[in-house]
């Protein structure tokens, strides 16, 4: 498994942007997909955008299309979420998840995942 640390998170308005950064341990970053998903209390955890091993798919989920962006540095073992366009119903705690094989949308199908960011849209 490979460990995970999120960060960037914080307290934005509305319309504001962020960028989301997951930083992965161990030389083998390359051979994993990587994803973004969300979770608010008492809710299941969502899937967000998910990037291919070498960054040449990604996918998202609707409710952020074409407002967020995920990107990797397969070099610095970082997986990135820039959001803009930020709103209200997008506060949540953001995690990353890795998994081996190609990108799936159910968190049950990760093997790692990071600890957390906070992320807080006011409006």
């Known amino acids: 498994q490979v460990q995970l640390v999120e960060s960037g998170g914080g307290l934005v308005q509305a319309g504001g942007s962020l960028r989301l950064s997951c930083a992965a341990s161990g030389r083998t970053f390359s051979t994993y997909a990587m994803a973004w998903f969300r979770q608010g209390a008492g809710k299941e955890r969502e899937f967000v955008a998910g990037?291919?091993?070498?960054?040449?798919?990604?996918t998202y989920a609707d409710s952020v299309r074409g407002r967020f962006a995920i990107s990797r540095d397969n070099y610095e073992n970082t997986v990135y979420l820039q959001m803009h366009s930020l709103k209200p119903e997008d506060t949540d705690v953001y995690y990353c998840?890795?998994?081996?094989?190609?990108?799936?949308?159910?968190?049950?199908?990760?093997?790692?995942w990071g600890q957390g960011t906070q992320v807080t849209v006011s409006s």
């Open positions: 998840a890795a998994r081996i094989d190609g990108v799936r949308p159910t968190a049950e199908e990760y093997d790692s």
């Open positions: 990037i291919s091993r070498n960054s040449g798919w990604t």
